[in-house]
């Protein structure tokens, strides 16, 4: 069935959208604004640091980070979309992306964050959506760690957009060997991952 006009307007400028966060770096160079709370950083920061919106009353002291490289992603798989009979159902895609690195041991343990967005199509309708996303980190050809995680994203009756906050944590990679490099993507069958190349940087 054919949507009216100013459903197609919608989408259109909420792909505009999606484009546009998908070009920007992570922190500092996004064109668009990124949401604050009234205690301070963005809330997709927050959610990544603290696992809330907002930062806690009361906190211990920061452990000591180390310098974490940036996140990159996969090529080609920075949007992942839903087609049926020539018709655009919805599309998934990566925005802002966090990162954290810390010393343990004679490792490092690396925290990372994507924020996406589900955005449906002129053929798609509110629902919920599986957003399969892969955490790779790499040294040199070799991948040292890799994890397939997946979330629901839910657009409700009367929208056409939502958003979603990944964080995987647990991410394990030797101290010593050379450089360390971050990717994330989509992953929707669940393939090894192995990025011959990166598609961005993302600060």
Avoid: H, W
């Avoid at 955490?135 to 929208?159: N, Y």
């Amino acid at each position: 069935m054919f949507r009216s006009v100013p459903r197609f307007a919608r989408f259109a400028a909420a792909s505009a959208v999606a484009a546009l966060l998908a070009g920007c770096n992570t922190f500092g160079g996004s064109s668009e604004p990124v949401a604050s709370t009234p205690s301070g950083g963005s809330s997709f920061m927050n959610m990544f640091k603290y696992a809330g919106p907002t930062v806690p009353a009361s906190m211990s002291a920061p452990e000591e980070e180390i310098d974490c490289p940036s996140v990159q992603i996969l090529d080609g798989t920075a949007a992942l979309k839903q087609e049926a009979g020539g018709n655009l159902r919805s599309q998934l895609s990566i925005g802002q992306t966090a990162r954290e690195c810390r010393a343990v041991g004679g490792q490092i343990a690396i925290k990372v964050g994507i924020e996406g967005r589900a955005l449906l199509g002129p053929g798609g309708s509110p629902g919920s959506f599986v957003a399969p996303v892969r955490f790779v980190v790499k040294r040199g050809d070799r991948v040292v760690a890799s994890q397939l995680q997946r979330t629901t994203v839910t657009i409700p009756q009367g929208d056409t957009q939502a958003s979603f906050v990944m964080v995987q944590e647990g991410l394990m990679a030797p101290k010593e060997g050379g450089d360390l490099e971050i990717y994330v993507g989509f992953d929707p069958n669940g393939r090894a991952a192995s990025p011959s190349k990166p598609r961005r940087k993302r600060g």
